[in-house]
């Protein structure tokens, strides 16, 4: 019986292809969308978390300034006095390194590039993830002295040497002549498409004497031992606390922010997102259900005779209400079979303009189409009911 209703089902369908067609529309475009929200969501996440992950769930950020801070007064900077205090008496640290950055221009021989121009130690290697490409690291003497080195990165050294590695080589950072003494692995564009290779990396000492020219440290990186983000989190606080003569219950002059609190909100932003856009683009599934509704009622109406003449000859109740059913039931499985479909090709565009990965969710997209068959046993009930519940003598004489 089911084949039958099912042959019947792609008659009536053939019959009118372009009203079939603009019926499953609602359906195709709601599984469409849905599909191509949560991919594109999948994607988005999947790269926020990776390039996090990147840098260490271990890192920590020790800033000046609090947003919870009621003073109007500017908040007191660190020093490097701060640094070799985090460094000396609390335990669990991995490395920590003083951090400054301004904007400079990189020249050599005719080739110019704005870069950025980063102070730092070398514990800025393990505690912002980097790994040298060619040459080496500072030595001890040229970050206690300040000596004119730097370490480029990836795009710089393509502008200003091309496919040449740098070795023993000079450019200029602004108006200061420097020996390039390494190169970095490349890292690529950071989360807001900002350029991580664009960079000069300088000793600390040569940042502070020579390029923002003041003593002030900007930024405390902190790279914790595995399983002691918390106690160092929480160790640092007391700390700064202690230094700068806070009380428990004052006002905090400074901050400290761990990368897997930053990690876990972006993840839960990026899923609440996904699921309001997915909310929405759901609403046109149940449009869709109740165009599918609208026409297989006249649907019911045109073939009244129709119906008439097959309970006459012998036809149940149960058998035409199959028969309708099902063609409400094929008409929202072939557009959710487009919709999918579609979806799945607008989402890979999506993402690849996005340079995010494709991640697929099959449960989703199952759900999805389930979705739609559950739309067409929904709002095609009614009109197959009706259809089933006619009196033959009376559809017989409908005209």
Known sequence: MLL???RLALHSMSRNMMRSFLTMLGIVIGVGAVIAMVTVGNGTRQRVTGEISKLGTNLLFVSPGNPERRSTLAPRTFDV???????????????????????????????SRTVSVIGSTNDFFTTMNWQLASGRNFLESEERSGRSVCIIGGTVQKVLFGDTIPDGDRI??????????????????????????????????????????????SLITVSAK???????????????????????????????????QILGIVSMTTVILTGLLSSIAAVSLLVGGIGIMNIMLVSVTER????????????????????????AIVLC????????????????????LMSVPFVVDPSIVLIAFGFSALIGVIFGYFPARRAARMNPIDALRYE
């Open 226 to 260: 595995d399983g002691a983000t918390g106690p160092v989190k929480t160790a640092l606080e007391d700390l700064f606390k202690e230094r700068r003569k806070i009380r428990e219950t004052g006002d905090r002059d400074f901050e400290v922010t761990d990368l897997s």
């Open 81 to 111: 006095r701060d640094v070799d205090a985090i460094r000396d008496q609390i335990p669990g640290i991995a490395a920590v390194a003083p951090f400054g950055q301004v904007s400079g221009t990189a020249i050599r021989e005719g080739n």
């Open 4 to 6: 039958e209703a099912f």
């Open 304 to 327: 009244t005779r129709e119906i008439g003449v097959r309970l006459a000859i012998g036809a149940t109740e149960r058998q035409v209400l199959t028969q309708f059913l099902v063609e």
């Open 333 to 352: 499985l072939i557009g959710g079979l487009i919709g999918m479909i579609i979806g799945l090709v607008l989402a890979y565009t999506a993402v690849s």
């Open 172 to 217: 200029r950072v602004n108006r200061i002549s420097c020996e390039v003494i390494g190169t970095l692995v490349s890292k690529g564009k950071a989360i807001d498409g900002q350029d991580q290779d664009n960079m000069v990396l300088i000793p600390f000492r040569m940042f502070q004497r020579r390029i923002a020219g003041s003593t002030d440290v």
